[in-house]
């Protein structure tokens, strides 16, 4: 992926219907994996669930939580990818000491990011995700609109910098030559204290932590190559 992470990118974060299957081999399997590592086996072979497979590269699913399906033993979702497939995101972890965690953020309309996702076929035949490994799942507290929206700014905010005090950006508020970013997110452009007072009460002041933690994120995200697999890149604070 040249440059930072765009996350309407749908090759480094593809939808449910883009992913590598987990139990079955098809073509897209040889786009993820490195099968000559290990061969597949009589027709079949597990990919994520134990890391057998060397993967070629990295790649991410984002999907927004839009129904809590309720199951005595693990939590279950129903979630919506961005081509607005919905199917169910299973939490799988060994560690059920993590369930409640788990639990309480993911909320209606936050948002589940998984590395190394697979498309997993379930026994009552519906589709999804098996997450199985806590430390490639992060939820996030906001829609995929929101998340789209705010990493465009971030990026715009990112490829602009050019060091100097003047910004190529247009103010958010305005549409006239940025002078200043906000100082809380250091990504939302303004060209007076003043269209930044009025943005603030008008909608920033809702936007701004949520561009706290995508700006985070994408930084984590922006610190590894995408088209290489070199290491595993799960996230720090997981969860
Ligand atoms: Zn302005
Ligand atoms: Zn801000």
Redesign the pocket.
Known sequence: MPGLPDLRDRIFFPPLSRLPHDTRFSQSECEYYDLSVIPPMNGTFLSTPDMTLRPRRHWCLLAEIVELDFWPFRPMYKVKDVTGQIFLAAFHFDDRALFPKVAKKAVLGSTICVMYASFHYFADGQVGVRLEEPRNVKILPFGLDELAAMGDLCRRAWNTDTGTKALAES?I??G?PAAKRCSLCSVAP???KE?QTSDWKAKHKKECPITRIVSHQMRSWNEFDWDSYVVHEGFEDFI
Request: one cysteine or more; a positive charge; aromatic letters at 12%.
């Open positions: 103010c508020a305005c006239k303004y060209c007076s269209c």
